[in-house]
């Protein structure tokens, strides 16, 4: 019986070691990861983006007012963006002080910045190139990787993320620091093991040119394309869907959006638009997170927009399985 428990306690200590040498490996090699420089494109855009030419008879507006036309017009757009498309809200807060995107004792507690221009934003000091580099490329201004999921919007134009500077500035100031990201034990696997990519590895630090503008907002394909850019981070580069790496571990596999028979390619536009309306399936039953929380924005997407992204997914080659 000693013979017996002395073998089991050997076993059992090798065990142990065996795990605190994993996580020491985990440990360290996510820290190198995230300590990591990247090298990124320089760019430079204005903030706000010329105006549109009003109908004034031939005559241009004085420079003051074709000032405060650009700013008032930026405004709208970046509003409506913020609202409806990029949902910059969903992570930053109602408030854009700060918030919540992940609080797992397991995982991490991975809290989004304050972007007001009270004490503890992060953007005061923001310059174009530095909003490139973090919004779209996930690379913060001392070049190191952030948390943000920037594969998102890596398809976003120089235009509307000047919108979105704008309409982000225009907010009321709110004076909130906010901690910076701690992973948890299984956060630095996820991140050690490649099961949690950075952004910035997904996109590369030389991906560009962005484009300049946006295209034409039309119920096409190819404007589709552009408003699908946000459902990647999700659904995967192809939008056939699969597990959704990072998220909560209580989300369910992200659908797969390709007119597959046993999927959307069942679905007709009405049901489609009021899916996104409601957040409510064509069988009455509700969409489940991180969809339903989607849906609180998409809700707000005009109708060309909707039109325009199921015009994209329709053209879709019917690819893998449903989730």
């Known amino acids: ?49 010329l105006a549109s ?10 420079p003051a007012d074709a000032k405060q036309l ?6 709208a757009r970046g509003r409506h963006l913020v609202e409806s498309r990029y949902v910059c809200t969903a992570c930053h807060g109602d408030q854009l002080g700060g918030g ?23 953007t005061t000091t923001y310059r174009a190139a530095d909003w490139d580099h973090i919004v779209r490329h996930g690379i913060k201004p001392d070049g190191g990787p952030a948390l943000m999921p920037s594969q998102d919007f890596r398809q976003m ?52 040119p962005h484009a300049v503008v946006p295209l034409a907002t039309a119920s096409t394909a190819d404007f589709g394309r552009h ?11 192809a939008l056939t869907g699969g597990p959704i790496a990072g998220g909560d571990p209580s989300w369910p596999p992200a659908a797969n959006l390709t007119p597959i028979p046993s999927g959307l390619g069942g679905w ?3 049901q489609f638009a009021a899916t996104l309306r409601t957040g409510k399936r064509p069988d009455g039953t509700a969409l489940r997170a991180p969809m339903s929380e989607v849906v609180l924005s998409a809700r707000r997407m005009t109708d060309v927009e909707v039109a325009a992204l199921w015009a994209y997914l329709r053209s879709l080659p019917p690819t893998g399985d449903r989730h």
């Open 70 to 75: 650009a700013r008032s017009q930026a405004l």
């Open 100 to 122: 919540v995107m992940i609080d797992d004792p397991a995982i991490g507690r991975i809290l989004a910045p304050n972007l007001t221009t009270g004490s503890g934003s992060r």
């Open 1 to 49: 019986m000693r013979t017996v428990l002395k073998i089991g306690g050997v076993v059992l200590a090798l065990l142990l070691l065996a795990v605190l040498s994993f996580y020491a490996w985990a440990w360290y090699t996510a820290g190198r990861k995230l300590a990591r420089i990247y090298p990124v494109h320089t760019v430079d855009f204005p903030i706000p983006f």
């Open 157 to 208: 134009s120089d235009q509307e993320l000047s919108d979105i500077i704008v309409y982000i500035r225009s907010q009321p100031p709110v004076n909130h620091q906010v901690p910076a990201p701690a992973l948890g034990p299984l956060g630095k696997v996820l991140v050690a093991t490649g099961k949690l990519r950075l952004s910035a590895d997904i996109i590369g630090g030389g991906a560009g």
């Open 227 to 237: 408003v699908a850019a946000t459902c990647m981070g999700c659904h995967g580069d």
């Open 268 to 270: 007709t536009y009405p």
């Open 53 to 62: 030419a009003p109908n004034s008879g031939g005559s241009s507006p004085a």
